[in-house]
T-cell receptor, first 116, second 114 residues
């Protein structure tokens, strides 16, 4: 079975501060891992994805995430937060199905608040 | 993503009514998915379809049905809506030929069942 745990349903940072959003997964096989962002009243937008090519993955808007197999983690970071980063962030794990194709399992989300 | 559209964007209905949510895509993807989002629960998969003749139940399919009318269209129906089906519903698509099968989401439909 696979699952995703996002620690902290709400995270608040000051503008310019480091952003760290935590994600741990459980999987019996090497997974594909994703981070999506949801801005208010919008759908989910792909931030970045891990496909086993490189453990440090760079995404859009200055975000990056590092895959650590020993810790079963895929934490999302950004060196300096901007007000426009305020949104909800979802970690997801993808594993193959018996019928071909992959299914995504999402974490419960982390709401990021950026304060002046 | 404008390539995946959902109609309606907002809908208020009453308990017991039948309602259909529609999803269309111009990305040319084979695979389509329906999710619901509830506060604090993330997104949960309702149904998915890997091609026009393929329909599969997700983790929370009870009370829902789907129809894949064409490669580009995937509809979700609530035969008899109930208040706990009030949620934000998302359609997504993915490309079967892509290694990671990345999913791309529509803007969502906010459904309220009174």
């Amino acid at each position: 079975a696979q699952s995703v745990t996002q620690l902290g349903s709400h995270v608040s940072v000051s503008e310019g501060a480091l952003v760290l959003l935590r994600c741990n997964y459980s999987s019996s096989v090497p997974p594909y891992l994703f981070w999506y962002v949801q801005y208010p009243n919008q759908g989910l937008q792909l931030l970045l994805k891990y496909t086993s090519a490189a453990t440090l993955v760079k995404g859009i808007n200055g975000f990056e995430a590092e895959f650590k197999k020993s810790e079963t983690s895929f934490h999302l970071t950004k060196p300096s937060a901007h007000m426009r980063d305020a949104a909800e962030y979802f970690c997801a794990v993808s594993l193959p199905t018996t019928g071909g194709g992959n299914k995504l399992t999402f974490g419960t989300g982390t709401q990021l608040k950026v304060e002046l | 993503d404008a390539d995946v559209t959902q109609t309606p964007r907002n809908r208020i209905t009453k308990t017991g009514k039948r309602i259909m949510l529609e999803c269309s895509q111009t990305k040319g993807h084979d695979r389509m998915y329906w999710y619901r989002q509830d506060p604090g629960l993330g997104l949960r998969l309702i149904y998915y379809s890997f091609d026009v003749k393929d329909i599969n139940k997700g983790e929370i399919s009870d009370g829902y049905s789907v129809s894949r009318q064409a490669q580009a269209k995937f509809s979700l129906s609530l035969e008899s809506a109930i208040p706990n089906q009030t949620a934000l519903y998302f359609c997504a698509t993915s490309d079967a030929s892509a290694v990671t099968d990345t999913q791309y989401f529509g803007p969502g439909t906010r459904l309220t069942v009174l």
